[in-house]
């Protein structure tokens, strides 16, 4: 038999809160970027000029986030039958090559001031608005990676995760100008935002690679632990094996497809009314929006000792033990033995 059963879930409250977080970032990376500019003009250090450039990234990255987490919210249609979730992976991306980009800036204007120097000037205002600019990118990283987190926007945890390095960024900076203040070494400001520019490079495609595997749909360990807990806690008499289940990840909302082994002398309206309300328990427990579709097979008399279905008058062999739902049960093929 090949049957297919979907059910589907989506959150408005969560489209809401992501919006917000998302003009949130674009407002507050904004005025960041405008304290570090200042501490510039102030200063001419090379890594206070380091740490704005970094901060033009945040600002464009802000603005794209904004307008993807509103496309990648509307509804499927006839276009897009699975959404526009995967919008929220080319912001992530975007947002690493930005990154990548300004590392190679940072870098070149570094090296420039090394071989020309140029001594920074009034560095005690500088470290103070460097500072300020350090502590409200610290709280806006943590709002960030907690709404994504827990409304499920890559976008957002990406942005989290870029603000928070900024932080690091702007400690080093803070660190590079105090030992120059101390020691009137004046290499040290180009050297430290050299380093800089190499610590961001390294995080910016690191966030390339993570969107990547998004967009290519690359096994998530997290979310296959996650469905497979879910399909443990609602299982039931006649849900007898899951396997070749597959996960097509379109931002927060999850495609999964999989081999649904059931009593073969179930008939149709049984598998039908069994299928769907165990799908609908799976999904509410799961901790992404989605949708499960289930090709049906028949147990063919040879899950015996692994079906817990009471009654059965076609069992060959006495009932053993379940098998466990685990994350290499479900991705592989059915069992040898059947």
Request: glycine share 6%; net charge neutral.
């Amino acid at each position: 038999m090949k049957t297919l059963f979907m059910v589907t879930t989506s959150s408005t409250h969560s489209d809401k809160i992501r919006n917000r977080a998302a003009w949130v970032s674009a407002i507050a990376s904004f005025l960041i970027f405008a304290m570090k500019v200042a501490a510039y003009r102030m200063t001419g250090s090379a890594a206070v000029l380091s740490d704005a450039l970094e901060s033009i990234v945040n600002v464009i990255a802000s603005l794209v986030a904004l307008y993807v987490i509103w496309f990648s919210a509307q509804p499927a249609d006839r276009e897009h039958p699975y959404g526009h979730g995967k919008a929220e992976y080319f912001s992530a991306a975007f947002e690493g090559g930005l990154i990548f980009f300004a590392a190679l800036l940072i870098i070149y204007e570094s090296v420039k001031a090394l071989i020309f120097p140029k001594a920074p000037q009034q560095l005690e205002i500088g470290i103070a608005i460097v500072s300020g600019a350090a502590f409200l990118n610290f709280l806006l990283g943590i709002y960030l990676k907690r709404v994504g987190k827990a409304h499920h926007s890559d976008a957002l945890q990406a942005s989290g995760a870029h603000v928070l390095s900024d932080v690091i960024t702007t400690v080093g900076v803070i660190v590079g100008l105090g030992l120059v203040l101390l020691t009137n070494i004046q290499w040290l400001d180009p050297a430290i935002a050299i380093l800089i520019g190499l610590q961001l490079g390294w995080s910016g495609y690191k966030i390339v690679r993570e969107s990547m595997g998004g967009l290519l749909d690359e096994i998530s360990p997290t979310s296959l632990n996650e469905l497979g807990e879910a399909l443990e806690k609602n299982r039931r008499p006649g849900i007898i094996n899951i396997h070749q289940l597959r996960i097509m990840r379109n931002g927060r909302f999850h495609h999964v497809d999989a081999h649904l082994v059931v009593p073969e002398y179930w008939d149709v309206a049984k598998v039908h009314i069994e299928s769907q309300d165990y799908e609908k328990a799976v999904v509410r427990d799961y901790i992404f929006d989605g949708e499960l579709a289930f090709h049906v097979d028949p147990c063919k008399k040879s899950y015996c000792t692994e079906c817990d279905m009471p009654n059965c008058p076609i069992r060959l062999h006495p009932f053993k033990a379940l098998r466990p739902f685990t994350v290499k049960s479900l991705t592989e093929g059915p069992p040898e033995s059947t």
